[in-house]
């Protein structure tokens, strides 16, 4: 009895040691279902709206009100905070404000370069979507020149993917060329993007928003006759104008009012977003700290 027990598990041992090494081959042969591979993607117009919607992540957001902290317009209320010592001028290139812009504009950069260097990989017949996103991605790439110029004057002008060891041998690109850039970037993406979007696609970049951003560069730039120009052609699309009353401009019945040409959207319980409590000075009620009388000297 013993030698046919024996025989018969040895016989499921076997069997299953068969199996487990099929399954070990199949284990080692499987899709990453955190990510998407490259060979998977850019197949269909959908693969290149949602690559072009990634590339508006980063855009500045609330970061912007921390540039008024800096200056005598508004002030950092915690001493400790980043922006608080930038505005008492002790700061130097390892500070986090600074590496931070630096490191959001190039991975902004990076991305539209991606987008741009793939996106012709998608077959589709509609060459007008195609090319708006082309120009999204354009435009949000100037965009991230003129913040880069603005902040550091010459900076790499990269226009391609490129790898790590290949950052590292960037020179520094004359501040004038890139200026010359963002115009070019601007002025081509503004003939391949639509004048407005229907609701669902509010936010994406217009034509009027490639071209108050290049008025807006040639300004920074001191070219002012492009600047005009750019600022012209704005005006003759007949989409914008002043709100109808400066008391509702800044509350959300204003929003996407016809003044904005370009926003980031925030979405109520999906992504919000806390501007007011930044615009906010500290509230001693709020946060249970006592109130001293004042002090007699």
Known sequence: MKSIKYSVLSFFVAILGVTLASCDRELLDTVPNDRLSESLF????????LAANSLYTDLDSTNLISWDAMTDIAHTNQ?????????L???????????????KAYKGIRACNYLLEN??????TNTALINQFKGEARALRAYQYIKLASLFGDVPLVTKA?????????????????WDFVDKELTDAAGLLPTTY????????????????????NLLAGRYQQAAEAADQVIKLGIYGLNDSYEKLFTVAAENNKEVLLDRQFIKDTYPVNVFNLLAPIVRKALRV???PPRRS
């Open 89 to 103: 001028g002790q700061y130097d290139a390892t500070s986090a404000k600074v590496f931070g812009e630096w490191a």
């Open 119 to 124: 996106v012709d990989k998608v077959a589709s």
């Open 198 to 217: 229907a609701a669902a696609d509010k936010g994406r970049f217009t034509k009027g928003a490639a071209l108050g951003l290049r008025a807006r560069a």
């Open 42 to 49: 850019w197949k269909t117009e959908n693969d290149a709206r």
């Open 162 to 178: 490129i790898s790590l060891d290949e950052s590292r041998t960037l020179a520094r690109t004359p501040i004038a060329q890139i």
């Open 290 to 292: 006592p109130t001293y």
């Open 79 to 87: 001493p400790f905070d980043v922006q608080a010592y930038v505005e």
